[in-house]
Structure formats: structure tokens, C-alpha cells
């Protein structure tokens, strides 16, 4: 991918459509897998997550086709039951597929996900809950392979910790098993939400997502559904966070206010502005930004650790000092070097960051490690004084479709090199 070179300090005005979530499209992709006939992903972004999601599914038997941003799966003719570790490796939600896979085949194998750039990832939850459905579970040598003998069977199940992804994969393991399955402690993620609207729109029946007791019923096959994918919240608040740090007065378009209260109050907080419709945004920003009152990242509705890096990027230049802490992933604040070179005075000890504003950040070379991390060197270079230079954008592309000609379209004098 090629660099991005920002020129900073340019005020951003006028109005941006936001693209559909990343983490809603993932799971339904993997989630086509159930169904019986063609199915079509409405507002699917184009990212390069979707890109090896499709590869997935392409290598299982399924035939994939974009027209714009509606994404068509055909998976009559999938066949396989294998996820290959070349294609695990390309993304780490790839396990999302598991719970699908075996639902359809009555097995699955996939390379374990290991480690990421976040820290540890590990998937004994949804291992668990797979298990506690009727798999046979076999792990060896970095592979887990999963076979059910009897079919899967409804269960009671109560994740230990509400992860997004074991919540979604014993969702998909559950919708088509004989029986009840109720998941207690379940993740209560917009994205969850979505994902049983799909399910539900192929036939599915599933209660209570969005809270933290979900029930499924399962049925014997799902058929065919249109979806259209929900607007990203975690682009909305890059978005917000852009315009904070460099002033200026936008509209985000087809965003949900209710997905990001948690965002919104801490930017309003810092001094930002905020109107609402039921599908669109005002963000004003005309001063320098203050502090804000300790910052935890928490589960949905609290405020999700996706958005913290981009808000710690904008607090960096606020007046004051303000304390993050992060409960969700053990390593996100690998990109805090990075900002560092821009000058900001951020100290971290553990899964705290401290962050004292400075006055002004200046331009600088630096290097993306992780897709969030990336966010914040964005809105670091935006706010920064002279030019910055961006690399390994390859991270930037697995979540964003495309921030450059968006920020360049409100003015952000930004650009590929
Ligand atoms: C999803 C999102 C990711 C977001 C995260 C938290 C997708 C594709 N990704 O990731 O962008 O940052 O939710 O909102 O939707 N854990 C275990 N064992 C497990 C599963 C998780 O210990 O079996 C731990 C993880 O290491 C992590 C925490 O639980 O510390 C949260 O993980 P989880 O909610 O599962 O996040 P993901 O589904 O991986």
C-alpha cells in the first residue's frame, strides 16, 4: 500500500457518508455460510478484511460477486470444511467462521488465530460454548479441528467474559442445532444485533440480541436474505475525533447517534458541539479541546476500546492532563511511540495511559501498527504543524474504505504517495 502524506492544521467542513461496520459485515459473511440460497450484503464496505473474508468462502465452494457496495454470495456450493492457514493468517476474525462451518458441515478445522498486533487472542470462549453445543473438540500442533457427532444440540451457556466474537459464533453454531440455546453474559454490541438480523431475515429465530440473555431457537436450514449492513461506529468516531483536533464544523450522514452516546459525551466533554437527526451528525469544533475525566473502555454501551487510540490522539493537543485506561486488549497502545514523534506527551505504565496535553504537535514520519493505531496517527498528522508522512497504510485498509478521499473531501489536505 502507499504511504499517505498529511499536511496538518486545515480545518475539515462539509458533509461525509459513513461506511458499513467492518465488525457487522465479518460475521455475516461468515454467517452466509448457513444459508440456503443467494444472499446479498447491502452497504458492505470494501475493505481488505472483507476482501479475505470472501477468499474464505470462495475456498470453501461459495461463488462471491460485488455490484458497488452489495456484496452477492452463493454458498449451494459449499463443500469444504477446512480453513487454510495461508487464509487464516490474512485476517484474524477468519475463527468467526467456525461456528458456521460446523453448523453446515458438522465439522471444521482452522489454524489457531495465536497472537495478534493486540496482544494474546485467544478463542477458548467460543471454543467452550462449541463445546458445550455437542463439538468434539481436537487442538494439535496450532490446529483446532471440531467435529459433531450427533448433530449440535441446543444448550444453556454462560460466557465468563461478553466477547463479541464467542457470543457471535455460538449465535451461529445455535441457529440451525436441535433445541434451545440461551447465552448469558452474551456481548451486547450493535454488531450482534446485526448479525441476528440477517440470521433472523434467512429464517433464524433469535431473541434478545442486543442484551446480555439472547436466546436461539434452531431451525432445520436458513434460506436467502438481503441485509443492508449498519453505518461503522467506530468510523464515525475517527471522524469526530478528526474534526476535533483540527476544528472545523461536519456532518457525518447514514451514522446512528444511539450506537456512539459513550463517544459523543466524551468529545462534548473536551468542547466539542454535537446535533442530531435520527441518521445524521453535526460535529463543531472552534477551540482547543480540555481534558476530559478519567477514560475506561469497557463493553458496549461503554466506550469501546476501537475508538480510544483516535481520542487519545486528539487529547494529546487538549488543555490538560487526562488518565485512559484500557480493560479490554492487553496491547493496543503500541502506536503511543509513534505519536511521540509528533511530539505528544503521553506516558503509558501497564493498560494506563497518561496523557498530558501539548500545545501544538508537529509533522513526522511514522508507521501504522495495528488498524487503530493508524486512526490516531491520522489525527495526529492532521493536527500536527508541517507535513507527515504515514506508512504501513496496509493496516489503515483492513478497516477503512477510503479515509483519504474522505478527509481530503472535507478539506484535509491529505493524499496516497
Ligand atoms: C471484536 C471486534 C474488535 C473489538 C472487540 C472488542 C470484530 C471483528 N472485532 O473483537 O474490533 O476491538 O470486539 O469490542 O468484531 N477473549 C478471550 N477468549 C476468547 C475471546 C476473547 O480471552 O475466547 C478476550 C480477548 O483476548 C480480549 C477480550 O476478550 O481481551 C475481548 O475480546 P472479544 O470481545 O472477543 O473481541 P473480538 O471478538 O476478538
Not at 467462521?97 to 493486540?118: D, N, Q, V, Y
Not at 481436537?138 to 464467542?166: M, R, T, Y
Not at 436450514?221 to 461506529?233: C, E, F, G, M, V
Not at 477551540?287 to 480510544?308: C, E, I, N
Request: net charge neutral; hydrophobic share 40%; glycine share 10%.
Amino acid at each position: 500500500m502507499p504511504d499517505i502524506l498529511v499536511e496538518g492544521t486545515y480545518k475539515l467542513n462539509g458533509s461525509v457518508k459513513v461506511q458499513g461496520a467492518k465488525n457487522s459485515v465479518l460475521p455475516i459473511i461468515a454467517a452466509t455460510v448457513l444459508c440456503g440460497g443467494v444472499c446479498h450484503i447491502e452497504n458492505c464496505p470494501k475493505l481488505s478484511d472483507v476482501d479475505a473474508s470472501v477468499k474464505i468462502l470462495e475456498h470453501l465452494g461459495a461463488k462471491c460477486h460485488f455490484s458497488g457496495n452489495i456484496l452477492s454470495i452463493d454458498p449451494s456450493g459449499i463443500n469444504d470444511y477446512v480453513i487454510p492457514d495461508n487464509l487464516m493468517r490474512e485476517m484474524r476474525s477468519s475463527s468467526l467462521f467456525l461456528g458456521a462451518i460446523l453448523g453446515r458441515m458438522g465439522k471444521a478445522r482452522i489454524s489457531s488465530p495465536g497472537g495478534c498486533e493486540l496482544g494474546p487472542r485467544p478463542i477458548d470462549l467460543h471454543i467452550k460454548s462449541l463445546k458445550c453445543l455437542g463439538a468434539d473438540v481436537i487442538e494439535h500442533n496450532g490446529c483446532v479441528s471440531l467435529d459433531v457427532q450427533n448433530g449440535l444440540i441446543g444448550k444453556e451457556i454462560h460466557l465468563s467474559f461478553p466477547s463479541v466474537g464467542a457470543t457471535e459464533n455460538t449465535i451461529l453454531a445455535a441457529v440451525t442445532a436441535k433445541g434451545v440455546t440461551i447465552i448469558d453474559n452474551a456481548a451486547k454490541e450493535p454488531e450482534i444485533e446485526d448479525l441476528a438480523d440477517f440470521l433472523k431475515s434467512a429464517g433464524a429465530k433469535i431473541y434478545g440480541a442486543g442484551n446480555d440473555r439472547i436466546i436461539v431457537e434452531g431451525v432445520k436450514r436458513l434460506s436467502s436474505a438481503t441485509h443492508k449492513i449498519i453505518p461503522d461506529r467506530i468510523v464515525a468516531a475517527t471522524y469526530i475525533s478528526c474534526v476535533s483536533s483540527t476544528g472545523g464544523d461536519i456532518e457525518l450522514k447514514d451514522v446512528n447517534p444511539a450506537h456512539i452516546r459513550s463517544i459523543i459525551s466524551l468529545y462534548k466533554e473536551a468542547g466539542c458541539e454535537f446535533s442530531e437527526t435520527t441518521d445524521s451528525i453535526r460535529v463543531k469544533s472552534n477551540r482547543r479541546l480540555k481534558s476530559v475525566s478519567t477514560v475506561r473502555t469497557l463493553t458496549y454501551p461503554g466506550f469501546p476500546t476501537d475508538a480510544g487510540p483516535a481520542l487519545i490522539s486528539s487529547l494529546s493537543i487538549a488543555k490538560g492532563t487526562t488518565i485512559f485506561v484500557e480493560n479490554i486488549f492487553q496491547n493496543r497502545f503500541r502506536y503511543i511511540d509513534e505519536l511521540k514523534r509528533f511530539g505528544a506527551n503521553v506516558q503509558t505504565e501497564d493498560r494506563v495511559a497518561i496523557i498530558k496535553g501539548v500545545k501544538n504537535l508537529s509533522g513526522a514520519v511514522c508507521e501504522c501498527p495495528d488498524l487503530r493505531g493508524g486512526s490516531a496517527l491520522l489525527v495526529a498528522a492532521l493536527a500536527a504543524r508541517g507535513n507527515s508522512v504515514i506508512k504501513k497504510t496496509e493496516h489503515i485498509k483492513r478497516g477503512y474504505e477510503d479515509i483519504v478521499f474522505d478527509i481530503s473531501n472535507l478539506g484535509g489536505h491529505i493524499l496516497y504517495i
